[in-house]
């Protein structure tokens, strides 16, 4: 079992900055992929930001050069620069352990113009 929590939402104006965290905890060592993905409201989930064990990462398009993540044995973080309203959207976590998926609860990012 993966249990995972997030932290550092919050309401920012356009051009700011956020940093979001998730905590891991239970068997973080069988976690290999860890994602952030976003849904806003009226919106499918999508995914923002991908980071294997390795280190390797990719990013949607909308994202690419403002969004980084990064992660240690047991946190994964979101760096957002550059914000803009259509970031608004609750951000979760996700990891990929043992052949399972887990989310966390989620973290509200509301970007005003």
């Known amino acids: 079992q993966v249990q995972l929590v997030e932290s550092g939402g919050g309401l920012v104006q356009a051009g700011g900055s956020l940093r979001l965290s998730c905590a891991a905890k239970?068997?973080?060592?069988?976690?290999?992929?860890m994602t952030w993905h976003r849904q806003a409201l009226g919106k499918q989930r999508e995914l923002v930001a991908a980071?294997?064990?390795?280190?390797s990462t990719n990013y949607a398009d909308s994202v690419k050069g403002r969004f980084t993540i990064s992660r240690t044995l047991n946190t994964v973080s979101l760096q957002m620069n550059s914000l803009k309203p259509e970031d608004t959207a609750v951000y979760y976590c996700?990891?990929?352990?043992?052949?399972?998926?887990?989310w966390g609860q989620g973290t509200q990012v509301t970007v005003s113009s």
């Open positions: 996700n990891a990929n352990a043992m052949s399972r998926s887990y």
């Open positions: 239970g068997m973080i060592s069988s976690i290999n992929r």
């Open positions: 980071i294997t064990s390795g280190g």
